[in-house]
């Protein structure tokens, strides 16, 4: 098993520019989630999906889209990227448990920055 | 959402027990304690959980006090690899957000 696998692994772009970051699990999990995790900070929830079709907000939302069209892949997208957007992305899945939370399972990242 | 205190770093001793303290104390009767860490440019990584009672595992003890009101993690034979960022983390049985905080900078010294 590959776990958690994210796509690319670093990337940088200039403002204004759109990107999408692919993260894939291969332990058929339900829920997924994207996380940004800034320097000396803890990780801020972005958005995430208890199933295949679904999607939620987080914490911070905001300049950042997601779709989990199948369920082993999980998109982050980012329509118009701001110098504000300069983050380490992860990936997490959990089998997502009826009523119960589970332990996640954390992808390798993706260093993006932004000129 | 509970809040949690942990102190910003602690040093420990190569072989000697790891005491990581979490203060939790407006924590909920349906959320449970997570710990995670994170190794320097890795993705987190699970330890242990626990409810009410003390859990251990293959990696580390979770001593919860009768109050709940805080909880310590021990990694009983501290390793260099075992130099990270710990979170505490309080979440209720649902897919509620989770909420990763500074969490304390363990080093573990040669």
């Known amino acids: 098993n590959a776990g958690v696998t994210q796509t690319p692994k670093f990337r940088v772009l200039k403002t204004g520019q759109s990107m999408t970051l692919l993260c894939a699990q291969d332990?058929?999990?339900?829920?997924m989630y994207w996380y940004r995790q800034d320097p000396g900070m803890g990780l801020r929830l972005i958005h995430y999906?208890?199933?295949?079709?679904?999607?939620a907000k987080g914490e911070v939302p905001d300049g950042y889209n997601v779709s989990r069209l199948k369920k082993q892949n999980f998109l982050l997208g980012l329509e118009s990227a701001a110098p504000s957007q300069t983050s380490v992305y992860f990936c997490?899945?959990?089998?997502?448990?009826?009523?119960?939370?589970?332990?996640?399972?954390f992808g390798p990242g993706t260093r993006l920055t932004v000129l | 959402d509970a809040k949690t205190t942990q102190p910003t770093s602690m040093d420990c001793a190569e072989g000697r027990a790891a005491n990581l303290p979490c203060n939790h104390s407006?924590?909920?009767?349906?959320?449970?304690v997570y710990w995670y860490r994170q190794i320097h440019s890795q993705g987190p990584q699970y330890i242990i959980h626990g409810l009410k009672n003390n859990e251990t595992n293959e990696m580390a003890s979770l001593i919860i006090t009768e109050d709940r009101k805080s909880s310590t993690l021990i990694l009983p034979h501290a390793t260099l690899r075992d130099t990270a960022v710990y979170y505490c983390i309080p979440i209720k049985t649902s897919y509620d957000k989770v909420i990763f905080g500074p969490g304390t900078s363990l080093s573990v010294i040669p």
């Open positions: 407006t924590i909920s009767g349906n959320e449970y």
């Open positions: 999906s208890v199933g295949e079709g679904t999607t």
């Open positions: 997490a899945s959990s089998k997502g448990l009826a009523g119960w939370v589970d332990e996640q399972f």
């Open positions: 332990m058929n999990h339900e829920y």
